[in-house]
């Protein structure tokens, strides 16, 4: 149980372009989702908590217009990486909370943007 | 500011050691301290404490946390190659706020 999916796992872009990355709970349902980014050989960065309903809370340093995020169903969330650049470019994985904090990660997204 | 310190950063061990490692924290409204394992992709759950003294176990590894002197360590006994990897720990408090360290990277030479 606790599965979490992740699409696409890889990524090619354009600089300029917009890509959406989508994150579902598969037999679970989940109010809350988080999304991370790590660089190579780094830990995750939390980039922000996704809330069914509801706003997403963001980290200090991301830019909601640049990485918006939406939560509408208990299973499922997006991060859209809008107008990417090649600075953007990084593994983003997603998690959905299950029972008191037991976060479920899924696989993970690598962005290359060109 | 919240922080949490895994040491050490690296390990390399040959099959069959036991490895310790450890992870300690300070984060204000302390909910949860939580264990992953990240190889090539994203991380898996390993184990979740709550309370102090009491030791979660899964096959070869195990866990215990001590939330007076705010610290927790993984255990892993006879230790096999698949067992190479990131370990993860995070702390989570009231809030939905989560706080990762840097992680151990652990090397099981055959």
């Known amino acids: 149980g606790a599965v979490v999916s992740q699409h696409p796992s890889r990524v090619i872009c354009k600089s300029g372009t917009s890509v959406k990355i989508e994150c579902r709970s598969l037999?679970?349902?989940?109010?809350?989702m988080f999304w991370y980014r790590q660089f190579p050989k780094q830990s995750l960065m939390l980039m922000a908590t996704s809330n069914e309903g509801s706003k997403a809370t963001y980290e200090q340093g991301v830019e909601k217009d640049k990485f918006l995020i939406n939560h509408a169903s208990l299973t499922l969330s997006t991060l859209t990486v809008t107008s990417a650049h090649p600075e953007d470019s990084s593994f983003y994985i997603c998690s959905a909370k299950h029972g008191l904090d037991e976060q479920y990660f899924g696989p993970g997204t690598r962005l290359t943007v060109t | 500011e919240d922080k949490v310190v895994q040491s050490p950063l690296s390990l390399v061990v040959h099959e069959g050691d036991t490895v310790t490692l450890n992870c300690s924290y300070e984060v204000t409204n302390f909910r949860s301290l939580l264990w992953y394992k990240q190889e090539k992709k994203a991380p898996t759950f390993l184990f979740m404490l709550?309370?102090?003294?009491i030791e979660k176990k899964s096959g070869r590894l195990s866990s215990i946390l001590d939330k007076k002197e705010l610290f927790s360590i993984l255990n892993i006994t006879a230790t096999q190659t698949g067992d190479s990897a990131v370990y993860l720990c995070a702390v989570g408090r009231t809030g939905n706020q989560f706080y990762f360290g840097t992680g151990t990277s652990l090397t099981v030479i055959p």
């Open positions: 709550t309370s102090s003294g």
């Open positions: 037999d679970f349902q989940a109010t809350t």
